[in-house]
């Protein structure tokens, strides 16, 4: 203690005697030298860290402005990409123990019935019906009592020629029934739907009492499973290229593909079921005003072969039974990421309700385009009053869009993914509605918000079904009887494995 207190004072007495001497002006002029060379120092160091930092800054702003730039343009391929394949093919030869049907002296006749798709799908079975029961098929005439009132022909609707001369080697096909035959009593049969080849091996009886066989209605005639390859071959021959459009449907339909591609290069085809028959036939009026819903009512009370005449449209909604409305549409390609400057194809008949529903939908995406306003009057006057022929082009746009989303699982959509999955699994979005329609309850109730999350929700819940490669569904479980063959997914919609083929690198579950 006594030590450290005389330091102190050793210290404080130094201090005084040092600042009470006067400094020399040689001493200030050194000193002033160097503070301002130290001064000088300090801002020159500092300033090299200011640049530095500012470039690293600059840098790293232009590598996140590069980085977005990229995750932009990654989740713009994800947008429009083919999904894999998987090194799959398609595959409709027939095989090496393929015979064709020899039948000369047996004939069929068709009645199609429905729209274009199920005429389609419809001749395709009766095609391969005729080859099970040996027998010549005569050209089918298409049903013009449906709700279209459609007048068409074979002809006009179909290259008669090319579906006589590509199937010559499978089936004889002639146009009309020899008119020696045409006083001849026939069997007129309402063939059982979904059957299998024994069905038609048991009903080759009839060619003991008959020579001719009339087929009421087509569609549906054959089971989606369990038929020889052969057999299921023939189906996707006849489908996917003996059945092709007449050359003035195809010459536009082609014309019209290249007038949207030159818009911007890619194209949605979506396709919107907002139409008057398929509302009043779901019994679909959720966004309809009170009058619009009674219309409907009015229209499936007045169609006698629609069967049922009394629907919950609440309940139909629910359960994932009604087309998206154009709100809910938009929506959903807002959510799955499409900018609003997508061009989007409309494949569909008159959308009822016309502007009044559909401005949801073109306010969010301005460049919505129809055929009327994709084709001219002229073009368009040779289809007029034939909606098969306007369906017609509608599947060629659709069937070579970049993108396929339907509204419905109607018959057009199920048709057109499935010929896109033969073409080589072009991308197809189908839209969960059932779940979406949860999501959409809970968008107008403020349950939840739009946005990246409500985006992400959507993506996620159709990852899996844009397209990609997989084995056809076979019925639901639980479903006994002839009912489980309604529940199966429909062969058409999904040809394979049977019409697309795996190479032996291949590795699909």
């Known amino acids: 203690m006594v030590n450290s207190r005389g330091y102190s004072q050793v210290k404080r007495s130094s201090v005084v005697r040092f600042l009470s001497r006067r400094p020399s002006p040689s001493a200030i002029t050194v000193y002033m030298i ?24 600059r840098f790293s702003e232009e590598s996140l402005s590069q980085n977005q ?4 343009q990654m989740s713009n391929e994800k947008l429009w990409d083919t999904p894999l394949n998987y090194g799959l093919r398609a595959c409709a030869s027939p095989t090496a123990k393929y015979k064709a049907a020899q039948g000369w002296d047996r004939y069929i006749t068709v009645k199609s019935n429905g729209g274009l798709n199920q005429m389609r799908t419809g001749i395709s079975d009766m095609v391969a019906v005729a080859h099970i029961m040996n027998a010549t098929l005569v050209i089918p005439q298409l049903d013009k009592r449906s709700f279209w009132q459609d007048t068409s022909t074979f002809s006009d609707i179909f290259d008669e020629l090319h579906f006589i001369t590509s199937l010559q080697n499978d089936v004889r096909i002639i146009k009309e029934l020899p008119r020696e035959l045409e006083s001849l009593p026939r069997a007129r049969k309402h063939f059982t739907s979904w059957s299998g080849m024994g069905y038609y091996e048991d009903m080759k009886r009839l060619w003991e009492e008959f020579q001719v066989i009339h087929v009421a209605k087509s569609d549906s005639r054959l089971a989606n499973n369990d038929l020889p390859l052969d057999i299921q071959r023939l189906r996707c021959r006849t489908l996917y290229h003996a059945l092709r459009f007449s050359p003035l449907i195809e010459s536009l339909g082609k014309k019209l593909v290249e007038r949207l591609r030159s818009r911007g290069g890619g194209y949605i085809a979506l396709h919107l079921r ?10 679909c009026t959720y966004g309809l005003t009170q009058a619009e819903s009674e219309e409907l009512r009015l229209m499936r009370e007045n169609t006698n072969h629609w069967k049922v005449k009394k629907i919950n449209s609440t309940e139909q909604r629910e359960e994932g039974f009604c087309p998206l409305t154009p709100k809910e549409a938009a929506i959903f390609l807002q959510a799955l990421g499409y ?26 995406f301005p460049n919505i385009v129809f055929k009327e306003t994709l084709a001219t009057p002229e073009e368009l ?71 990246s999350s409500f985006s992400h929700i959507v993506q996620e819940m159709h990852k899996n079904r844009q397209g ?23 062969f058409y919609e999904n040809p394979y494995p049977e019409c697309i083929c795996r190479s032996k690198r291949a590795n699909l579950k």
């Open 34 to 57: 160097l503070l301002f060379a130290f001064s000088l120092f300090i801002f020159v160091f500092n300033a090299r860290d200011i640049l530095d930092n500012e470039h690293k800054s």
């Open 69 to 72: 730039s990229q995750s932009v």
């Open 274 to 283: 907002y139409e008057k028959d398929m509302l009043s036939f779901t019994g």
């Open 339 to 364: 900018s609003p400057s997508t061009v989007i194809y409309i494949a569909a008949g008159e959308i009822y309700g016309g502007k009044s529903h559909l401005v949801e939908l073109t306010s969010r």
């Open 381 to 451: 006057k040779a289809f007029s009053k034939h909606a098969s022929q306007t369906a017609a082009i509608d599947y060629i746009i659709s069937t070579e869009s970049d993108v396929f989303i339907p509204s419905y699982s109607g018959n057009m959509a199920r048709a057109v993914e499935g010929h896109r999955r033969f073409l080589g699994h072009r991308k197809t979005i189908t839209p969960d509605r059932k779940e979406l329609v949860k999501l959409f309850d809970k968008l107008q109730s403020g349950q939840l918000k739009g946005g």
């Open 468 to 490: 990609a490669p997989r084995k056809r569904r076979g019925p639901l479980p639980g479903v006994k009887g002839r009912a489980r063959f309604r529940t199966e997914e429909s």
